[in-house]
């Protein structure tokens, strides 16, 4: 997924290589007739084609308009606060994506009643296209759990995608949750809700605002989707 974004800017770059070799034949048409004519067209179109995606490809990675345009509606980049309901109770946590040009990365946490965290995710697999889905695999830290104080095990999380109109990014998905070991292995969380806060520029101000939406509602947390 993120290679062949990455082989449509080469060979954008190229077809713009092979332009500006053109033109120059062009503008300068005495040149053809050089013996130097041919090791110059290729080192200059060399020199130019490196330059060219190695700026591009710098200037896209710290600009956060242009990943949005490279990633189109993959770009997650950002933190997101995740919700699901069991039994009447609310379950809660958040993600943090970090994404560049080439990796979509998962890090996060599922609070307990004092939104303290009781899970800790990373991910381990890049995201996966899976018709129409996508899915992502991360090593899950219990950090209480029936098995014991600290329990690594693992998670499956597919996400569906929201469809917004135009240029507009995601700021919803669906998601399932399937958890492979420790006291939850096997559980699977069906319909959890995940949401982009956009404004956030911290894991903190998410959490800030979960206690905002949470505190003092009913709450348990034997599991947790992350």
Same mark, same amino acid.
């Given at each position: ?5 990455? *082989? ?32 110059? /067209?290729?080192?200059?179109? !060399? ?8 700026? @591009?490809? +710098? !200037? ?17 980049? #950002? ?5 699901? !309901? ?5 379950? +809660?946590?958040?993600?943090? +994506? *970090? ?20 899970? @800790? ?19 899950? !830290?219990?950090?209480?759990?029936? /098995? #014991? ?17 135009? +240029? ?10 399937? @958890? ?47």
């Amino acid at each position: 997924m993120p290679g062949s974004k990455r *082989e449509t800017l080469n060979n954008l770059v190229l077809l713009a290589v092979l332009f500006f070799a053109l033109k120059i034949s062009q503008i300068l048409p005495g040149l053809q007739s050089s013996i130097w004519y041919i090791p110059v /067209s290729m080192l200059t179109a !060399t020199g130019f084609y490196v330059f060219a995606i190695r700026a @591009i490809f +710098f !200037t896209v990675a710290r600009s956060e308009l242009l990943l949005r345009i490279y990633w189109g509606r993959l770009f997650l980049s #950002g933190y997101w606060s995740y919700e699901y !309901t069991r039994d009447g109770k609310n379950y +809660f946590g958040f993600w943090r +994506f *970090e994404q560049d040009l080439d990796h979509i990365r998962v890090i996060g946490s599922g609070l307990n009643e004092r939104f303290l965290p009781r899970t @800790i995710v990373r991910s381990v697999s890049p995201l996966i296209e899976d018709q129409g889905a996508y899915w992502v695999l991360n090593a899950r !830290t219990e950090l209480d759990s029936e /098995s #014991g104080p600290i329990t690594l095990v693992y998670s499956k999380t597919t996400l569906i995608l929201d469809s917004p109109k135009g +240029f507009k990014p995601v700021i919803t998905m669906r998601a399932t949750t399937e @958890i492979y070991g420790g006291s939850s292995s096997g559980h699977l969380h069906p319909d959890v809700l995940f949401r982009k806060h956009v404004k956030a520029k911290s894991d903190e101000e998410v959490i800030a605002d979960l206690r905002k939406k949470y505190q003092g509602h009913q709450y348990s947390s034997p599991e947790n989707v992350s």
